[in-house]
């Protein structure tokens, strides 16, 4: 089979190997694929695969050959699933493959927030300590987790990662789910998502972006927060009105700390690249070595059981 991978960069900078896949089948990959581009790339393609390259009706109609298509990634939004399924295209993702990445990746954040290591880091080089008084100095208040309340929006398997840890700190742990949960450890406790974002100091995204999850952090939910609520986003950028969060960090009302905006790369002027309080990172929650590593094994064994005729991770039948 001739197996096509549109964007293969962000994935494989270079420092993974992509001999399994090469092994399936007569493969090109490329690193980036415009969107003019990926008819004439595919054209002979039975597989291919892609990250955040777009794969919508127009396109899939002019690839008659295409029987699968893997997303190297858990979200499927790129492709279009009811017209893939009307011709036949199989469609797969990578489920769960870096859960312990992404739940890292809010630690750091709040610990950067509650420990300010850059911070003073950066004020020692600058001298600052070399002309202190005293043995040791702060330039913000430091905060202990243990005892703080860390509301976790979305329970799978990176919301319970998220939840260990934050129990691991001795944090007390609320969580929202679109279904209440029960049998929770006695230190996690289920309530209505109002609820948690009125007790939680420290508040994490971990839902799926939905009709009914979209811009469910709003001016209206930014109002019930505590003052001083830490706000962490990892999963989805579309669950927040950026907007909405701009003027509430703008008027010292709180923080926040997000790994993914609406839009990516972000346009110049959204509102959150210029607004107070906020830390930034470009969608790396991710991309460690190791939860790349295991999405690409992932992704080479739905091709593979694909070709045996057993479909795995399927999204559509």
Known sequence: MNIVVLDGYTLNPGDLDWQGLQALGECTIYDHTLADEVV???????????????????????????????????????VDIACASQHGVRVTNIPAYGPDAVAQMVFAHILHHHQQVALHDQAVKAGQW??????????????????????VVGYGDIGQQVVNLGAAFGMKVL???????????????WCER??????????SLHCPL????????????????????????T???????????????????????????????????????????????????WATLQARQNLLNIAVDNVKQFQQGNVVNCVNG
């Open 40 to 78: 004439a790339r595919c054209q002979d393609a039975q597989i291919v695969l892609t990250n955040k390259t777009p794969l919508n009706a127009q396109t899939l109609s002019q690839l008659p050959q295409l029987t699968y298509i893997g997303v190297l990634a858990t979200g499927t939004n790129v």
């Open 130 to 151: 070399s002309r202190n008084r005293d043995f040791c100095f702060t330039l913000s208040p430091l905060t202990s987790l243990k005892g703080l309340t860390l509301g």
């Open 175 to 189: 969580v929202t789910s679109a279904k209440p949960k029960t049998g929770l450890p006695p230190s996690i406790q």
């Open 194 to 203: 109002d609820i948690l974002l009125k007790q939680a100091d420290i508040i």
């Open 210 to 233: 939905t009709a009914a999850t979209q811009y469910m952090i709003n001016r209206d939910s930014l109002a019930l927060l505590k003052p001083g609520c830490l706000l962490v986003n």
């Open 235 to 285: 999963a989805r950028g579309d669950l927040i009105n950026e907007t909405d969060l701009a003027q509430w960090l703008n008027q010292n009302n709180g923080f926040a700390a997000v790994d993914v905006l609406s839009t990516e790369p972000p346009s110049p002027d959204n509102p959150l690249l210029s607004a107070a309080n906020i830390t930034i990172t470009p969608h790396i929650a």
